[in-house]
C-alpha cells in the first residue's frame, strides 16, 4: 500500500503559494504572508479590554495611523532634521535616545517620543542612532516574516522561503526552552523521594548493593526463588511454596504439606480462605478432637501454596520446618523446580535465609532506614552474618515462622528491594544482568555527594535564563507556568502584544492632540519647533556660544571650549532637560497613563522578541538564507504545526501572519486544519481520504546480478 502522510490538497495549494510568493497571481493569488488582509477574527483584549482583530493587517493598519497622525508628523520631521545633521554627536544622540531615564514610571517621553521603552535597553542597541522606534516595529515585524520589513503601498509583505527557517528556529528554541525549564521546575517533583545520585542514575539498586557487579551475578542465579512481585512476602515458607507452585511443581513438598498438623482453629482458618472446603450444610469438616494431618482432609496440597503467606502462622512454620527437613538429594530437587543454581543453599532452610542465597554479595546490602532524615545502613553487622539490630522492627510478620535474624533479615532485604523502580516487572535473571552492567558516580565526587537531585542554582539558571532577561528585567517567557511561546519569538508580526495597543493609542493619541494636549510638543516654540529650529542652525553657535531665545524649549545661554561643545552644551544640558520636564507634566493625565502602559506593553514585546532571537542566534533576520525546499518543508510541516494551538503558538501565529485574501493564506489555514483533523480521527481509528499517496513507481535499474542461475549452480557442484 503506498504511504500516506501529511501532503493534501491544501498542503499542495499551500506549497505551491509559498514557493511562488505573489509570482502566480492567477493561480495562488497574491503574497500569501502579508498584510494585505487579515484573518477575520477578534478577541477581547486582556489589557485594553477592547474588542480588536490581532492581524498583522492591524499591526499595520494601526501603526501607519499613528505615523500619519499631525503629531507624529511633526516628530518624524524634527527627527528627520536631527538624523540627517551632521553635528550631531554620538553625545547628543545618546541623550536624546535616553530621555526617559530618570523620568517616573508616568514620564511621557517614551510613548510621545515612539522610542523604545526607557527600561529596553536591549532594543534601543538595535537602533542606531535615533531612528524612531514606530518604524523599527515595522521594520521588525516584517523581517520576522521574512520580509525586508518595508512597506509597500502600504502593505508588508514576507518571504516564505526565509520564513521557514525563522519558524523552525522559532519553536525549535522554545521547545527546548520549555524542556529545560520545565524540567528545571518539574525536577523539585524528585525532592520528596531523592535519596542520593547513585540511586537515581541506577534505578534505586544503589540504595541496595553498590557492589553492582557481585549483587547482579548473584540475583541472576536465583530464578524463582524470591518472587519480585510479592516483595512485601520475602522470607514466608508459604510464599516460597507458592513460587514452587508457580513454577510448576512441589516435588517433595507434597508430602510435607499433606503431613502438617491442624487443629479445629487452624481447619476453620483454611476454611475461610478457601483452602479446606466445607461439608454438606456449610459446616467446615471437623476433627474428632486435637490435630489430624491436613492430607487427611483431601486438601490439595497446590490450593494450600496457593495461598502461599496468607497461610496461618502455624502452618507457615511447619512449611519451615519442612523445607529444613528435606534432604540433599531433595533440596536439589527443589532447587531445580526453582532454577536455583546457588552453591551455598544446600539446605531447605537455606532458600530463606539472603546471606545464603547471597553468600557474598550479602556484606554489602544496604536498606533505608530513616531518622531524621533517608539514610542507608548495612542489613548485616559483620561478615559472619550478624543481623543489624537497626532493623529489628522488620521481622514482625515472619515473627515465630522462621528464626528471628533471618525473619529481620528478610524484613530489610524487601524493604531494600522495594526502592528499585517497577521491580515487579523484571526478573531476578533480567535484573541480575542488567545490574552486571550498570555504572555509578564512581570518582565523580562532584557529582555523587549532592545532596539534591538539581541543584537550586541550576534551577534558577535554567529558570531565569529563559524566564526573564536579567539585564533588561523583560520577561521573556509569557506563556502558562513560566513557558515560552513561539509568538515571545515573532509574534509581533502577528498582533501578539501589539496590535491592540497600538491600536488603543491611535485613539488616545487623537483624543490629546484634539484636547490640545500635545501642544508643548506641536506648538509654535514647542519641543519639535525648538529641535528644527536647533538643528537649522538659528540659536547658533556664534563663536563658542549657542543661544537658545526666550520662549524656545531649554531657553539660555550655553558656551563651551569650541563651537561644538557650545552646539552639544545646549542640546544635552539645555533642550533635554526641559524636555523631561514637560513630560513629568503629563503625570495626572490618565489618557497619557494608558499610553505609556500600551507603549511599554509593546516595546517590551519587541525587546523580547529580539532577546529571544539573540538567545537563539538568530538575531540578524536579514541574513536568513532563502530557500525553495524550505517554503515547501513549510508548507508540509503545517499539518503538525496546527497541532499547536496553545495561546501564541505556531497555529494561532500562522492564521494572523497570513494573507487571507488568497488562496495561498486560505490554504495554510486549511491544511492546519486537515492536521488537526487527522490527529483527532486517528485516535478514533478512523481513516481520512485527505492524505494523497506519495509513493511513485520507477522502473528498476540494470544492476550485476547477484544470484546464480541453475546451471551455474550445478557448475559449483564437486560430485566427485
Do not use: H
Amino acid at each position: 500500500m503506498a504511504c500516506k502522510g501529511n501532503l493534501t490538497g491544501s498542503v499542495l495549494g499551500a506549497a505551491g503559494a509559498l514557493v511562488t510568493n505573489g509570482a502566480l497571481p492567477e493561480v495562488f493569488g497574491a503574497e500569501p504572508l502579508s498584510s494585505e488582509l487579515g484573518v477575520p477574527i477578534e478577541i477581547d483584549d486582556f489589557a485594553t479590554g477592547e474588542t480588536i482583530s490581532p492581524t498583522l493587517n492591524t499591526l499595520v493598519t494601526k501603526t501607519s495611523e499613528i505615523s500619519g497622525q499631525s503629531w507624529a508628523s511633526s516628530l518624524t520631521t524634527s527627527l528627520d532634521a536631527m538624523n540627517a545633521s551632521g553635528s550631531f554627536t554620538d553625545t547628543m544622540k545618546n541623550a536624546w535616545n535616553n530621555i526617559g531615564s530618570g523620568l517616573s514610571e508616568t514620564g511621557f517621553f517614551d510613548a510621545i517620543g515612539g522610542f523604545a521603552n526607557s527600561a529596553n535597553d536591549t532594543l534601543k542597541n538595535v537602533v542606531s542612532g535615533i531612528t524612531k522606534n514606530i518604524d523599527q516595529a515595522v521594520t521588525w515585524a516584517g523581517q520576522t516574516i521574512g520580509g525586508s520589513g518595508t512597506l509597500v503601498d502600504g502593505i508588508l509583505k514576507g518571504d516564505p522561503k526565509k520564513f521557514g527557517n525563522i519558524l523552525n528556529t522559532a519553536t525549535s528554541f522554545t521547545q527546548t526552552a520549555n524542556q529545560l525549564v520545565n524540567g528545571a521546575i518539574n525536577s523539585d517533583a524528585i525532592a520528596s523521594t531523592f535519596t542520593n545520585m547513585n540511586n537515581i542514575t541506577s534505578g534505586g539498586l544503589a540504595g541496595v548493593n553498590l557492589d553492582f557487579g557481585g549483587f547482579g551475578a548473584e540475583i541472576a542465579k536465583l530464578g524463582g526463588t524470591i518472587n519480585l512481585e510479592s516483595l512485601q512476602n520475602l522470607g514466608s515458607p508459604g510464599q516460597l511454596l507458592a513460587n514452587m507452585e508457580q513454577a510448576g511443581t512441589l516435588g517433595p513438598m507434597y508430602d510435607k504439606v499433606a503431613n502438617i498438623d491442624v487443629d479445629q482453629r487452624t481447619i476453620n482458618q483454611l476454611a475461610g480462605s478457601g483452602v479446606v472446603k466445607t461439608g454438606s450444610g456449610g459446616t467446615v469438616t471437623t476433627t474428632s478432637g486435637g490435630s489430624v494431618k491436613l492430607g487427611s482432609l483431601g486438601v490439595d496440597a497446590n490450593t494450600v501454596a496457593k495461598a502461599g503467606a496468607a497461610l496461618p502462622s502455624n502452618v507457615q512454620k511447619q512449611i519451615y520446618n519442612g523445607f529444613a527437613s528435606l534432604t540433599k538429594g531433595e533440596v536439589t530437587q527443589v532447587k531445580s523446580i526453582l532454577n536455583n543454581t546457588v552453591s551455598t543453599v544446600v539446605s531447605g532452610a537455606d532458600l530463606l535465609d539472603p546471606k545464603k542465597l547471597l553468600p557474598t554479595s550479602f556484606e554489602t546490602l544496604t536498606a533505608p532506614l530513616r531518622t531524621s532524615s533517608v539514610g542507608y545502613r548495612a542489613i548485616y553487622s559483620d561478615e559472619s552474618g550478624s543481623v543489624n539490630p537497626e532493623f529489628n522492627a522488620l521481622g514482625a510478620d515472619l515473627e515465630n515462622i522462621v528464626p528471628e535474624d533471618i525473619a529481620v533479615a528478610n524484613g530489610a532485604l524487601a524493604r531494600s528491594l522495594a526502592q528499585i523502580k517497577n521491580i515487579g516487572g523484571t526478573s531476578n535473571l533480567l535484573l541480575g544482568t542488567a545490574a552486571q552492567s550498570l555504572e555509578t558516580y564512581k570518582d565523580l565526587d562532584l557529582i555523587q555527594n549532592q545532596s539534591q537531585y538539581v541543584t537550586t542554582a541550576i534551577q534558577e539558571y535554567w529558570t531565569e535564563t529563559y524566564q526573564t532577561d536579567s539585564s533588561t528585567n523583560i520577561v521573556l517567557a509569557t506563556g502558562d507556568n513560566g513557558q515560552m511561546t513561539v509568538s515571545d519569538i515573532i509574534g509581533f508580526a502577528a498582533g501578539y502584544n501589539s496590535a491592540a495597543p497600538i491600536a488603543q493609542n491611535v485613539t488616545l493619541f487623537q483624543e490629546l492632540q484634539d484636547a490640545g494636549d500635545l501642544a508643548p510638543f506641536t506648538q509654535v516654540k514647542g519641543v519639535y519647533d525648538t529641535i528644527d529650529e536647533f538643528v537649522a542652525g538659528t540659536f547658533g553657535p556664534v563663536g563658542t556660544t549657542v543661544t537658545i531665545t526666550a520662549g524656545y524649549v531649554g531657553e539660555g545661554v550655553y558656551t563651551g571650549a569650541t563651537a561644538a561643545e557650545a552646539y552639544e552644551n545646549a542640546f544635552v544640558n539645555g533642550i533635554i532637560p526641559a524636555t523631561k520636564t514637560i513630560c513629568e507634566g503629563f503625570t495626572s493625565n490618565t489618557k497619557v497613563q494608558t499610553i505609556i502602559r500600551n507603549s511599554k506593553r509593546w516595546n517590551e514585546q519587541l525587546a523580547r522578541e529580539y532577546i529571544n532571537q539573540t538567545n537563539a542566534d538568530n538575531q540578524d533576520l536579514t541574513a536568513v538564507q532563502s530557500s525553495e525546499d524550505v517554503a515547501i518543508n513549510l508548507a508540509t510541516s503545517l499539518p503538525d504545526l496546527g497541532l499547536d494551538t496553545s495561546a501564541g503558538g505556531t497555529a494561532e501565529l500562522l492564521e494572523r501572519i497570513v494573507n487571507f485574501g488568497t488562496l495561498g493564506g486560505q490554504s495554510v489555514i486549511a491544511s492546519m486544519r486537515e492536521g488537526r483533523n487527522l490527529a483527532r480521527l486517528n485516535a478514533a481509528n478512523i481513516d481520512q481520504d485527505a492524505p494523497i499517496d506519495t509513493e511513485g513507481t520507477q522502473t528498476a535499474g540494470t544492476l550485476l546480478s547477484g544470484q546464480y542461475t541453475q546451471s551455474e549452480a550445478q557448475s559449483q557442484i564437486i560430485k566427485n
